[in-house]
């Protein structure tokens, strides 16, 4: 009836969602909520505490979602969530998310996104654009903290640490609507 590749990913996926820590990504809001995760393919090495999720990733945890052409997590001995790493190579990794008490969502989007858990940061690196409140970063390299709420954009630099013209870091602050 079923073929042995569809039993082995069938077990594959049961195994993911027994083993994926309930915190995953999330904000305390979404930590509760379960853990969805496709991929074309998945490829796991509990040895070295990491899964690899290629071919149009898509992860939703509660309010967040993160779409990309391949998704690493690493995990430690505990199988405690260290870090993931969104990449996008047909179009840029996209990272969403509602942020506690607050009426839009996150959004963010690069070629690489990498997101500390414990440290509660992410990264966009190359072609990097953040939404938030109204507002928009884009920049080389953009720092999120996700505790604090705070971004930080760093234009694009030479080999010799100067900045390259069009690597510029560029801003947009809604206008305030007067009540």
Do not use: C, W
Request: no cysteine; charged share 30%; glycine share 6%.
């Amino acid at each position: 009836m079923f073929d042995k590749r569809t039993v082995i990913i069938f077990f594959i996926f049961i195994f993911i969602f027994i083993s994926t820590p309930g915190y995953l990504l999330a904000l305390e809001s979404d930590r509760n909520q379960p853990i969805s995760l496709e991929a074309d393919f998945a490829d796991i090495d509990d040895l070295k505490g990491m899964s690899v999720y290629t071919g149009n990733v898509i992860l939703i945890q509660g309010s967040m979602v993160i779409k990309a052409d391949e998704l690493t997590l690493y995990h430690n001995a505990d199988r405690d969530l260290e870090k993931a790493i969104a990449r996008g190579e047909k179009k840029l990794a996209t990272f969403k998310q509602r942020p506690e008490g607050k009426e839009q969502d996150f959004k963010a989007r690069a070629s690489t996104i990498e997101y500390f858990i414990k440290k509660e940061k992410i990264y966009l690196l190359n072609n990097a654009h953040v939404t938030q409140d109204g507002g928009s970063f884009s920049a080389n390299k953009i720092t999120y903290d996700t505790k604090k709420e705070t971004v930080v954009a760093s234009s694009k630099k030479d080999k010799q640490g100067k900045p390259v013209s069009n690597g510029r870091v560029k801003v947009t602050i809604p206008a305030r609507q007067k009540k």
